[in-house]
């Protein structure tokens, strides 16, 4: 069973077991092939596409920047005699051709390799999951494809053959993504799902199934009849569901607080769930209207909300690090407490701040009023520190009480 918190190691050994294929231009390899191979176009030195592949990996499993990365591969590449301007050899017709090799080609051949790894692995985990509908997201900017544009909040059904050869990226620079949505979460957004056939978006060069769902598409589904309701399924399933919230959870926090894009599209994620047992828990303390509503969401207005910039000037700021942290604490029962303070009434989960022993980190979920926007229930009020001395008090006087 995979850890999806602790480094991709799957992801990373897929990315490393990819056969490694010279290729003077990078269409001599199409499509499907790209799964199963690892080429950079004009790069004939097999060496040193080893070593690409190898930097790559550790690029991926490291979670390193572009700008880092290439800071380590640049003086390889120098040395080896693949930088600025180069005399490549077509092997086929002999002919030399000069290229030049410089950040922007390095950007290309990075970028391309990490999308195409994590939306594969994305893509075969919604498949996988219950989520049942693809909604399309594109970035709206003057750097838009147009028909990638038009594509824009488009929503169909996770079948629909659609995604079969346009699931993002769909081109080079392409950044363009997708999101999972329930069947009851469109209903309450009021978007109704596509069922038309649409035309190809994709470049001819991405225009594949970027993952082997298909392949092993049979083995699954007799793999879940016959394991249906047993442990083993249900673990499978929830780490599953971690690992696609988790993404989620990167992507807004990337977008709208690393690269500070507040007109980003992401609109609201699932961070979490509540089981039956702990919603019935609940409801010894809180009035609940629906004890089924058992998501835990985060909406980019509470995300910015509770941005370092702001929140740094009451010393309440959440790092980076700790909101990247929120999936993994939601998943946690232990740190459920209710606070029963004047005018709170939400649930909130406590856990130690690791940079100071007398403070503690909290995030609240609002569990009575339903979001205006979304019109969720259970979402994410804010993220916040409180001294620690006062959290005891509260928990002595009862006024916040431990759920389990």
């Not at 909604?135 to 990638?148: G, I, W």
């Not at 169909?156 to 979460?185: A, E, I, L, M």
């Given at each position: 069973m995979i850890d999806f918190f602790k480094n991709p190691d799957e992801l990373v050994a897929k990315f490393k077991s990819k056969d490694l294929k010279t290729s003077f231009d990078y269409d001599e390899i199409r499509h499907e092939a790209h799964k199963r191979v690892f080429t950079i176009a004009k790069m004939i030195?097999?060496?040193?596409?080893?070593?690409?592949?190898?930097?790559?990996?550790?690029?991926?499993?490291?979670?390193?920047?572009?700008?880092?990365?290439?800071?380590?591969?640049?003086?390889?590449?120098?040395?080896?005699?693949?930088?600025?301007?180069?005399?490549?050899?077509?092997?086929?017709?002999?002919?030399?051709?000069?290229?030049?090799?410089?950040?922007?080609?390095?950007?290309?051949?990075?970028?391309?390799?990490?999308?195409?790894?994590?939306?594969?692995?994305?893509?075969?985990?919604?498949?996988?999951?219950?989520?049942?509908?693809?909604?399309?997201?594109?970035?709206?900017?003057?750097?838009?494809?147009?028909?990638?544009?038009?594509?824009?909040?488009?929503?169909?059904?996770?079948?629909?053959?659609?995604?079969?050869?346009?699931?993002?990226?769909?081109?080079?620079?392409?950044?363009?993504?997708?999101?999972?949505?329930?069947?009851?979460?469109?209903?309450?957004?009021?978007?109704?799902?596509?069922?038309?056939?649409?035309?190809?978006?994709?470049?001819?060069?991405?225009?594949?199934?970027?993952?082997?769902?298909?392949?092993?598409?049979?083995?699954?589904?007799?793999?879940?009849?016959?394991?249906?309701?047993?442990?083993?399924?249900?673990?499978?399933?929830?780490?599953?569901?971690?690992?696609?919230?988790?993404?989620?959870?990167?992507?807004?926090?990337?977008?709208?607080?690393?690269?500070?894009?507040?007109?980003?599209?992401?609109?609201?994620?699932?961070?979490?769930?509540l089981n039956k047992e702990v919603m019935e828990l609940i409801s010894k303390f809180l009035p609940l209207k629906n004890r089924d509503k058992k998501g835990l969401i985060l909406t980019k207005d509470r995300l910015y909300h509770a941005r370092p910039e702001r929140k740094g000037e009451y010393n309440h700021d959440f790092s980076i690090d700790e909101m990247r942290q929120i999936v993994k604490i939601l998943s946690d029962e232990s740190k459920i407490y209710v606070d029963l303070r004047d005018n709170h009434n939400n649930i909130v989960f406590i856990f130690d701040d690791v940079k100071d022993a007398k403070r503690l980190n909290l995030i609240p979920i609002e569990m009575i009023k339903t979001h205006k926007k979304f019109k969720d229930d259970n979402y994410i009020i804010t993220l916040d520190k409180v001294d620690k001395i006062d959290i005891e008090n509260w928990i002595k006087g009862k006024k916040i009480v431990k759920l389990k």
């Open positions: 030195n097999l060496d040193l596409l080893k070593d690409m592949q190898n930097s790559i990996s550790r690029a991926i499993n490291d979670g390193i920047t572009f700008d880092e990365w290439k800071k380590d591969i640049i003086p390889h590449l120098k040395k080896s005699g693949w930088w600025g301007e180069v005399k490549v050899k077509d092997p086929k017709t002999g002919k030399e051709k000069d290229i030049f090799v410089g950040s922007r080609r390095l950007k290309t051949i990075f970028d391309t390799n990490l999308r195409t790894t994590y939306a594969g692995a994305k893509k075969q985990s919604l498949d996988e999951s219950s989520i049942e509908y693809y909604r399309y997201t594109a970035v709206l900017d003057s750097r838009t494809r147009p028909s990638h544009r038009k594509m824009h909040g488009k929503v169909f059904h996770k079948d629909h053959p659609f995604w079969k050869k346009n699931f993002p990226p769909n081109g080079w620079g392409c950044r363009c993504s997708v999101r999972g949505y329930t069947k009851d979460q469109l209903k309450k957004m009021g978007i109704t799902p596509q069922s038309l056939k649409h035309p190809d978006i994709a470049d001819k060069d991405f225009a594949y199934n970027i993952t082997d769902h298909d392949l092993k598409d049979e083995f699954y589904k007799k793999a879940n009849k016959k394991l249906k309701n047993t442990p083993k399924i249900a673990k499978f399933e929830s780490e599953r569901n971690l690992y696609v919230w988790q993404k989620g959870l990167d992507e807004m926090v990337d977008e709208i607080i690393v690269k500070k894009n507040y007109k980003s599209p992401i609109n609201a994620i699932q961070v979490g769930m």
